[in-house]
């Protein structure tokens, strides 16, 4: 009996933890998309402005 509250309360640990890291990843996926979108807009103002000098 003893045993079995302590490994559900191992299993809330983890599940506490694994929270944190799927938050932490979803964080970090944010902050990916938010760069790659920032560099696109940069990419893209870079070529029309390069295309628009050319005509």
């Not at 760069?35 to 000098?53: D, E, R």
Request: glycine letters at 2%.
């Amino acid at each position: 009996m003893q045993f079995k509250s302590r490994r559900r309360c191992l299993t809330l640990d983890y599940m506490k933890k694994g929270d944190a890291a799927l938050f932490l990843h979803l964080y970090l996926f944010l902050i990916f998309l938010h760069i790659s979108y920032n560099l696109l807009l940069l990419l893209s103002s870079c070529f029309f402005s390069s295309f628009f000098v050319i005509r």
